[in-house]
C-alpha cells in the first residue's frame, strides 16, 4: 500500500489550494475512513479532517468552515480543498490511512504568506 499527496505549494493569505492523496495497492478503498493531517515547524502533527467510507466527514475546529474533505473511490483518492487560507494553515500535510497498519504518505508544503 502507497499514499501519495500532492498540490501543496505558496499562496498568499486568502488563496485557495487542492490538495489530493491516491492510494494504490489491493485494499477496499471505500470502506475505509481517510484523514488529512499536518506538521508546523516545532509543533506536534495534528488532525485536520477526517472522511469516513460513507462519506461523513469532521473537521479540526481551526479550519471548519474553511476546509472540504472529500474522496473519490473509483479513483482511490482524497481531496483536501482549502479556502480563505491562513499563515497559521503553514505545514507540511500529510494523508493517513489506517488499516491493520497506519501508511503516511511521504507531505506536501503548504507556505501561506501574509
Known amino acids: 500500500v502507497q499514499v501519495v499527496e500532492s498540490g501543496g505549494g505558496l499562496v498568499q493569505a486568502g488563496g485557495s489550494l487542492r490538495l489530493s492523496c491516491v492510494v494504490s495497492?489491493?485494499?477496499?478503498?471505500?470502506?475505509?475512513?481517510m484523514s488529512w493531517y499536518r506538521q508546523a515547524p516545532g509543533s506536534q502533527r495534528e488532525l485536520v479532517a477526517t472522511?469516513?467510507?460513507?462519506?461523513?466527514?469532521n473537521y479540526a475546529d481551526s479550519v471548519r468552515g474553511r476546509f472540504a474533505i472529500s474522496r473519490d473511490n473509483m479513483k482511490k483518492s482524497v481531496y483536501l480543498q482549502m479556502n480563505n487560507l491562513k499563515p497559521e494553515d503553514t505545514a507540511v500535510y500529510y494523508c493517513?490511512?489506517?488499516?491493520?497498519?497506519?501508511?503516511w504518505g511521504q507531505g506536501t508544503q503548504v507556505t501561506v504568506s501574509s
Open positions: 495497492g489491493r485494499i477496499i478503498f471505500s470502506t475505509k475512513a
Open positions: 493517513k490511512l489506517e488499516l491493520l497498519s497506519v501508511y
Open positions: 472522511i469516513t467510507g460513507d462519506g461523513s466527514t
